[in-house]
């Protein structure tokens, strides 16, 4: 038998008795066998923790991945109908070219068409008023007749008027 005698370790009452060296073996065996069971868990926590954070990683790379498809597609996408929105613009802008130019025509032929009808009109209109003036200097109509006479007259002066203002207005346009 063997006695030990340590009492800085704390173990004083498993060393200070006497014991046989086959129970101090056995358990220091299991002391050993305890270490060796607690750094295996140790080792296998550590190696569980590893994979779990392992996993978390991929999960959040394939969240990445996933989000950048998503955002891709939906780039893509946008990109798409931006694509049909420049179609259409240009086709409106083409459109609005035509007309613009449609408009154009039509109102250089209505310029010319009132400056023709403008010169027909005149000349029977001057002839319409010469009669007219002429007629109201003779005495031989009766005042209602002499009230007509007026209103033709009054009416051929507002529309040669017309006329004439029409005209310079277009040929103002015309010279921009």
């Not at 990109?79 to 109102?107: H, W």
């Amino acid at each position: 038998m063997v006695t030990l005698v340590s009492t800085k370790s704390g173990a004083d009452d498993f060393v200070s008795k006497t014991q046989d060296m086959e129970v101090i073996l056995a358990h220091i065996k299991s002391l050993v066998r305890r270490v060796r069971m607690m750094r295996h868990v140790q080792a296998s926590n550590e190696k569980t923790y590893r994979q779990e954070m392992a996993l978390r990683e991929s999960e959040w790379r394939g969240q990445q991945a996933e989000e950048r498809a998503k955002n891709a597609e939906t780039r893509s996408a946008l990109y798409e109908e931006l694509e049909k929105i420049a179609t259409a613009l240009k086709r409106s802008k083409q459109e609005l070219e035509i007309a613009k130019e449609t408009a154009e025509m039509a109102n250089r032929a209505k310029s010319k068409f009132l400056a023709n009808m403008s010169h027909e009109i005149r000349t029977p209109m001057n002839a319409i008023l010469g009669f007219s003036q002429l007629m109201l200097r003779d005495q031989d109509f009766t005042p209602r007749q002499c009230q007509y006479l007026g209103t033709i007259n009054r009416s051929g002066e507002h529309l040669l008027a017309r006329l004439a203002a029409r005209r310079s207005s277009t040929c103002q346009r015309t010279r921009r």
